[in-house]
């Protein structure tokens, strides 16, 4: 062969070997900013995020070791955090403004569950906008949430990070009459609490939610409505099947059974005895207080149709649940941030964190609570809460310190990456 086809057939052979190398390496994306919280216990000054796909490949300061084709996206105003993680949402329940019905008519009115799912869209992008790339959402209509979750998994919807659960158990509330339709996720005795735990597995859920307790919206009794027995049967199928079960309960005795059962979080609980809370810190179940959805509440009582003797029991639930989440605290029990957001608290997931500040948390303590150790309560802390290699590249660009003052994280954020795609972007 001569010379120059040589060098032809070379040419061809090198640019064919290229771009087909080009076409199967994934897109590379190189985030630049002025610190970042790396969720790890360090903070960097100057780093450059290199995020391969949807993770991250390496964190460096090293500005030649940007990838050459690399997008460069430049947030040196900004520090980065690990994108939030809420572990108590209501993502799907939405709030139709332009309706007359109140906003929790709606959910079981006649709206059809597609529409409802379509609809949700709003919350989903109102919680990414608040730095939240991921949630555990405790309960929904429908299978709503599993349809939610699976769309926004295929690309369909722009989304959280969705962990599911389903209808959720809890007795029964009404009694039967003609007409009557029992709603899934009624269970009333341990062969009902079998049933129903795998009725939900089969379904897809990522985790089981189980309301021992009384008390929801502007309900805040407390009263305890399965037993220790029930609940240790729910706990250990749900273990059993590879799932964390979460137990709600307003109020001190389902939290005391829950906690002794084995149940990996409990959400909500005031007035909890101080040998409940000792034993949560020797065992390490999560605390979720959820103390910021009754101020939601509170704000919004007119539009709920609630009277002030409604508000009055709002505020002294905040403030029993302000004070045992207090006591926790001190007593060394972890904490996860839940906010408890449905309708329009969609976006304000993350005030939960000035609750946190005021009963006693460093900024920094109040942001492991929605990072690593919200990931540790999902089983996912090997690919969640952190921005480092071979984790989910999910980071929020906030304005200011996080570390020295929690409202930074709770009002600043500008920008927002879930799985190496950018979903907010507030920086022009
Ligand atoms: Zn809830």
């Not at 009277?307 to 302000?322: A, E, S």
Request: net charge negative.
């Amino acid at each position: 062969m001569r010379p120059l086809l040589i060098r032809l057939f070379l040419s061809i052979l090198i640019f064919g070997l290229a771009s087909a190398g080009r076409a199967a390496d994934p897109p590379v994306k190189a985030l630049r900013f002025g610190k970042l919280v790396d969720g790890k216990g360090k903070v960097w000054t100057d780093p450059i995020v290199i995020v391969r796909a949807d993770r991250v490949a390496e964190i460096t300061t090293d500005v030649s070791k940007v990838p050459a084709g690399a997008e460069v996206i430049d947030l040196r105003r900004y520090t980065a955090i690990p994108g939030l993680i809420d572990v108590h949402t209501h993502i799907t329940y939405y709030w139709d403004q332009s309706s007359n019905v109140r906003p929790f008519d709606q959910q079981s009115g006649p709206r059809l569950p597609a529409v409802t799912v379509f609809l949700a869209q709003e919350n989903a992008r109102h919680t990414l906008e608040a730095g939240v790339t991921t949630v555990r959402d405790l309960s929904a209509n429908d299978w709503d949430d599993i349809a939610m979750r699976d769309l926004i998994n295929r690309g369909a919807m722009i989304g959280p990070r969705m962990f599911v659960a389903g209808w959720g158990l809890a007795v029964a509330d009404a009694p039967p009459h003609p007409g009557y339709v029992r709603p899934l996720g009624r269970a009333d005795n341990e062969d009902e609490i079998k049933r129903v735990i795998r009725e939900h597995f089969v379904a897809g859920v990522d985790v089981i939610k189980m309301f021992a307790s009384t008390g929801t919206d502007k309900d805040v009794t407390g009263f305890q409505t399965y037993t220790y027995e029930e609940i240790k049967t729910a706990v250990e199928l749900a273990h059993k099947y590879g799932l964390r079960i979460a137990v709600h309960s307003y109020g001190p005795d389902g939290a005391r059974d829950a906690v002794r059962a084995g149940a990996d979080s409990v959400e909500h609980a005031t007035d909890v005895d101080d040998a409940t809370i000792a034993e949560m810190a020797r065992r390490g179940t999560f605390y979720v207080p959820t103390i910021d959805h009754n101020r939601y509440y509170v704000d919004n009582y007119v539009a709920f149709g609630w009277n002030q003797q409604i508000v009055d029991g709002l505020n002294d639930y905040i403030h029993r649940n302000f004070e045992t989440a207090r006591r926790a605290f001190r007593a060394g029990v972890k904490f996860a941030m839940g906010s408890d957001a449905l309708f329009t608290m969609c976006g304000q997931n993350t005030r939960e964190l000035g609750w946190f500040v005021k009963l006693g948390m460093t900024p920094e303590q109040a942001l492991a609570a929605a990072t690593t150790n919200a990931a540790a309560l999902l089983g996912k802390d090997k690919e969640l809460g952190a921005i480092a290699p071979g984790y989910f590249a999910d980071v929020a660009a906030v304005e200011g310190d996080p570390l020295a003052d929690v409202n930074v994280t709770i009002n600043n954020v500008r920008w927002v990456m879930k799985g190496g795609d950018v979903v907010v972007d507030k920086t022009k």
